[in-house]
Protein backbone atom coordinates (compact mmCIF):
# COMPACT_ATOMS: atom_id res chain seq x y z
CA UNK A 1 0.00 0.00 0.00
CA UNK A 2 2.02 3.12 -1.45
CA UNK A 3 0.10 5.58 1.09
CA UNK A 4 1.47 4.17 3.72
CA UNK A 5 3.47 6.68 6.01
CA UNK A 6 7.28 6.00 5.55
CA UNK A 7 7.73 5.66 9.57
CA UNK A 8 4.71 2.45 9.52
CA UNK A 9 6.30 1.11 7.23
CA UNK A 10 10.12 1.08 9.13
CA UNK A 11 8.37 0.10 12.25
CA UNK A 12 6.62 -3.17 10.01
CA UNK A 13 10.17 -3.62 8.92
CA UNK A 14 11.74 -3.33 12.59
CA UNK A 15 8.90 -5.29 14.37
CA UNK A 16 9.76 -8.21 11.56
CA UNK A 17 13.25 -8.26 11.85
CA UNK A 18 12.66 -8.42 15.45
CA UNK A 19 10.55 -11.67 15.64
CA UNK A 20 12.31 -13.05 12.95
CA UNK A 21 15.67 -12.59 14.70
CA UNK A 22 13.93 -13.91 18.20
CA UNK A 23 12.29 -17.08 16.33
CA UNK A 24 15.95 -18.20 13.42
CA UNK A 25 18.74 -16.67 15.70
CA UNK A 26 21.97 -15.12 13.97
CA UNK A 27 24.33 -17.57 12.10
CA UNK A 28 21.92 -18.37 8.53
CA UNK A 29 22.70 -16.51 4.93
CA UNK A 30 21.56 -13.37 4.34
CA UNK A 31 19.52 -15.01 1.43
CA UNK A 32 17.51 -17.14 4.07
CA UNK A 33 16.65 -14.02 6.47
CA UNK A 34 15.96 -12.14 2.76
CA UNK A 35 13.44 -14.67 1.65
CA UNK A 36 11.83 -15.06 5.41
CA UNK A 37 11.68 -10.93 5.58
CA UNK A 38 10.18 -10.60 2.39
CA UNK A 39 7.62 -12.92 3.07
CA UNK A 40 7.05 -11.77 6.31
CA UNK A 41 6.48 -7.88 4.98
CA UNK A 42 4.28 -9.19 1.92
CA UNK A 43 2.01 -11.16 4.60
CA UNK A 44 1.36 -7.79 6.25
CA UNK A 45 0.19 -6.16 3.16
CA UNK A 46 3.68 -4.80 2.23
CA UNK A 47 5.25 -4.40 -1.56
CA UNK A 48 8.53 -6.12 -1.30
CA UNK A 49 11.17 -6.53 -4.00
CA UNK A 50 13.92 -8.24 -4.00
CA UNK A 51 17.47 -8.10 -5.54
CA UNK A 52 16.25 -4.74 -6.81
CA UNK A 53 18.59 -3.61 -9.42
CA UNK A 54 20.11 0.12 -9.50
CA UNK A 55 21.23 1.69 -12.48
CA UNK A 56 23.29 5.21 -12.12
CA UNK A 57 24.94 7.04 -14.62
CA UNK A 58 28.06 8.77 -14.16
CA UNK A 59 30.33 11.19 -16.52
CA UNK A 60 28.23 9.87 -19.38
CA UNK A 61 28.66 6.76 -18.53
CA UNK A 62 25.42 4.59 -18.02
CA UNK A 63 25.94 1.28 -15.73
CA UNK A 64 23.02 -0.62 -16.36
CA UNK A 65 21.86 -2.85 -13.07
CA UNK A 66 25.24 -2.37 -11.65
CA UNK A 67 24.15 -2.83 -7.89
CA UNK A 68 21.52 -4.76 -5.91
CA UNK A 69 19.51 -3.41 -3.01
CA UNK A 70 18.47 -7.05 -1.19
CA UNK A 71 14.93 -5.52 -0.57
CA UNK A 72 13.17 -2.30 -1.84
CA UNK A 73 9.64 -2.19 0.50
CA UNK A 74 6.74 -0.11 -0.70
CA UNK A 75 9.10 1.47 -3.35
CA UNK A 76 10.37 4.06 -0.58
CA UNK A 77 12.30 1.75 2.15
CA UNK A 78 15.70 -0.08 0.76
CA UNK A 79 16.34 -3.02 3.38
CA UNK A 80 20.32 -4.29 3.27
CA UNK A 81 20.79 -7.62 4.95
CA UNK A 82 23.69 -8.56 6.51
CA UNK A 83 24.52 -11.52 8.62
CA UNK A 84 27.95 -10.67 10.33
CA UNK A 85 29.40 -10.83 13.67
CA UNK A 86 30.14 -6.96 13.46
CA UNK A 87 29.53 -4.65 10.59
CA UNK A 88 32.08 -3.18 8.87
CA UNK A 89 32.05 0.86 8.45
CA UNK A 90 31.52 0.59 4.89
CA UNK A 91 27.85 -1.30 5.34
CA UNK A 92 25.90 1.83 5.80
CA UNK A 93 27.79 3.87 3.68
CA UNK A 94 26.87 1.04 0.88
CA UNK A 95 22.95 1.18 2.27
CA UNK A 96 23.42 5.41 1.76
CA UNK A 97 25.11 4.93 -1.68
CA UNK A 98 21.73 3.19 -2.65
CA UNK A 99 19.42 5.79 -1.10
CA UNK A 100 21.33 8.32 -3.01
CA UNK A 101 20.97 6.82 -6.57
CA UNK A 102 18.16 5.81 -6.10
CA UNK A 103 16.90 9.11 -4.75
CA UNK A 104 15.32 7.90 -1.17
CA UNK A 105 15.40 9.26 2.08
CA UNK A 106 15.24 6.11 4.10
CA UNK A 107 16.80 2.93 4.48
CA UNK A 108 17.21 0.16 7.18
CA UNK A 109 20.57 -1.96 7.86
CA UNK A 110 19.91 -4.92 9.18
CA UNK A 111 22.67 -7.56 10.72
CA UNK A 112 21.07 -10.82 11.64
CA UNK A 113 24.01 -11.85 12.85
CA UNK A 114 24.00 -9.02 15.50
CA UNK A 115 23.69 -11.45 19.20
CA UNK A 116 20.26 -9.01 19.39
CA UNK A 117 18.32 -6.90 16.99
CA UNK A 118 18.98 -3.71 18.86
CA UNK A 119 22.86 -4.10 17.74
CA UNK A 120 22.00 -5.17 14.44
CA UNK A 121 19.94 -2.60 13.05
CA UNK A 122 20.61 0.72 11.93
CA UNK A 123 18.46 3.40 10.00
CA UNK A 124 20.12 5.20 7.72
CA UNK A 125 18.44 8.60 5.89
CA UNK A 126 19.76 10.55 2.81
CA UNK A 127 18.91 14.19 3.78
CA UNK A 128 16.09 13.98 6.04
CA UNK A 129 15.80 14.99 10.09
CA UNK A 130 15.97 12.14 12.40
CA UNK A 131 12.53 10.46 13.18
CA UNK A 132 10.81 11.65 15.96
CA UNK A 133 9.09 8.24 15.88
CA UNK A 134 10.49 6.47 19.49
CA UNK A 135 9.77 3.01 17.90
CA UNK A 136 12.28 4.12 15.13
CA UNK A 137 15.25 5.22 17.87
CA UNK A 138 17.06 1.93 17.41
CA UNK A 139 21.11 2.69 16.48
CA UNK A 140 19.85 5.77 13.99
CA UNK A 141 22.95 6.68 11.93
CA UNK A 142 22.69 9.85 9.86
CA UNK A 143 26.02 8.37 7.55
CA UNK A 144 27.28 11.68 5.57
Given at each position: ???????????????????????L?????E????????R????R?L????????????D???????????L????????????????????????L????????????????????????????????????????????????
Amino acid sequence: MAGRARDDVTGQIVDACVKIHSALGPGLLESAYETVLARDLERRGLSVARQQPITFEYDGLVFEDALRADLLVDARVVVEIKSVERLLAVHPKQLLTYLRLLKLPVGLLVNFGAASMKEGLQRIVNGLPPSASPRLRVNQANVG
